[in-house]
């Protein structure tokens, strides 16, 4: 059960990443936003980035073989790391309108194999 639970804390963690790191390019386009100066642009990403780490640090935690999680320190950050391009790619794609080609696919799955092997 606390699997299904990381996994959920990570993806709401990396929305809340995604947003931290990315969000203010699509902002920009917002007039009170773009006026904004770059440390008020950063302190903006850093209070979204303060909900990254309240779902980050406990999803980490939980799923951590050492806490008593099923999970080990590598197949933890492999997770992450997929969660992460899959958000990221989904927020691309409605956010920025970019388009998949076939070397992100053959990219994906190549990061599938990576799970796979890091998981044997």
Known sequence: M????TIGLLVISNIFMTLAWYG????A???WFSKLPLIGVI???WLIAFFEYCFQVPAN????EGNGGSLSLL????IQEV???VIFVLFSSFAFQTTLKMNHLIGF???VLAVYFIFK
């Open 43 to 45: 302190l903006v990403s």
């Open 2 to 5: 606390n699997y299904i639970l």
């Open 24 to 27: 203010h390019l699509k902002l």
């Open 75 to 78: 197949q933890l950050k492999v």
């Open 29 to 31: 386009e917002q007039s």
């Open 61 to 64: 935690r939980i799923g951590y």
């Open 109 to 111: 799955v190549f990061l």
């Open 83 to 85: 969660i992460t391009l």
